[in-house]
């Protein structure tokens, strides 16, 4: 095999929301790896990936009980016993042995990184928010040969660099494909878009109707789900449902207030507007730490929506703050997120064993292709 070639990186891909999927596009959309994704067809079927990457389906793992929480004692998350698994694992080292990964990533799964380390691929772990020290992530974090963040280091909990810092990587956060530039929409005065997670059931609609309606001088647009009864709306309200590309709606408005999930944070940063972080409740606290992690750093506001007293005076000093704050801290340029990602790559493979003693990959010097699968 040349020396030259680029390297084949097999991702896994969690089930659970949209995010872990969009991850490995935007690792497809980099064109730096040879890209095998494996995981659940999601609901909207087979995703088409960007940049030449292939996805694989693997059988659901549907068992007797849900993956949270592992019970006290337990190192693992979700094991059991039964075909539904068996086959699950067995079809992806069928995949992993045609395709003949140089390293797999796994976002995430304590199973699937024990797994893959147990098969002898060098493997790297996502590193996600949130309280993370039980026994299967510890299990998951000491067996892998690299952790990667899709964050920066400034925001990573010190606790995490002590244990884990030595083999954790550190990419930034890419903006969505589709982020306007900066400025490319006007400003409408006091309108508030109001952005939820697509990975769970949303916010509560009574608790915007009621910020609502305490703030009749502004509009609230609530994009992408929302829980609880419909409710009369008031007039100063427009629910729109799960948005395709929030991106404008989010940069023409005053405010922003969204959700702490990883990509509804993308796209809040990418509109740079003030932001007001409103975590929802997500195992191991994911989203309530990376909000906190976010405050502390001073680039983003974080309440939880029901504890705010006063939203005439919140909203407006938010829309005074420097709307710039959360893209500087959080973003990065594709060019310095690839190079990030091929160094552990590299790093990983390089620590660990090349399938069939091939001479170790380089970066192909070609330009990236950033072309949208729609």
């Known amino acids: 095999m040349p020396a030259s070639r680029l390297p084949r990186v097999a991702y896994y891909a969690h089930h659970h929301g949209t995010g872990h999927l969009r991850h490995a596009a935007n690792i497809a959309r980099l064109g730096a790896v040879d890209l095998l994704v494996t995981g659940t067809v999601p609901p909207g079927g087979v995703p088409r990936l960007p940049g030449g990457a292939r996805f694989a389906a693997l059988p659901p793992d549907v068992g007797p009980r849900g993956p949270y929480p592992a019970g006290p004692g337990e190192f693992l998350h979700y094991a059991p016993p039964g075909p539904a698994l068996q086959a699950r694992f067995a079809q992806l080292h069928r995949l992993w042995e045609e395709f003949a990964p140089d390293v797999v990533v796994v976002d995430v799964s304590v199973e699937t990184a024990v797994f893959a380390r147990l098969a002898g691929y060098p493997v790297i772990h996502r590193r996600m928010h949130g309280d993370r020290t039980d026994l299967p992530h510890r299990l998951a974090y000491d067996s892998v040969h690299g952790l990667l963040a899709y964050f920066p280091e400034s925001i990573e909990d010190p606790a995490h660099l002590q244990a884990y810092g030595a083999k954790s990587s550190y990419l930034g956060m890419l903006a969505p494909d589709t982020a306007p530039a900066a400025g490319s929409f006007p400003v409408r005065a006091r309108t508030v878009a109001v952005q939820t997670s697509l990975g769970g059931t949303g916010v509560e609609l009574g608790d915007v109707l009621e910020a609502a309606r305490s703030t009749p001088g502004w509009q609230w647009e609530v994009m992408g789900h929302t829980a609880g009864v419909p409710q009369r709306l008031p007039a100063n309200v427009e629910l729109m449902g799960v948005v395709a590309d929030p991106g404008p709606r989010l940069a023409a408005a005053d405010v922003v207030i969204t959700s702490a999930g990883h990509n509804a944070v993308a796209a809040a940063a990418a509109a740079r507007r003030p932001v007001l972080l409103i975590p929802e409740p997500r195992p191991f606290r994911e989203q309530a730490v990376f909000a906190e992690s976010l405050a502390a750093a001073g680039a983003a506001s974080a309440e939880d929506l029901t504890a705010v007293e006063n939203w005439e ?10 709307p710039e ?17 091929l160094a552990a790559v590299d790093s990983t493979v390089s620590g660990g064993a090349v399938p069939g003693g091939e001479a170790p990959m380089q970066a192909s010097p070609g330009s990236a292709d950033f072309s949208t699968a729609r």
């Open 325 to 341: 704050l959360l893209a500087r801290t959080l973003l990065v340029s594709p060019d310095r997120f690839r190079d990030r990602f």
């Open 313 to 322: 005076a919140t909203l407006e000093d938010l829309r005074s703050t420097d």
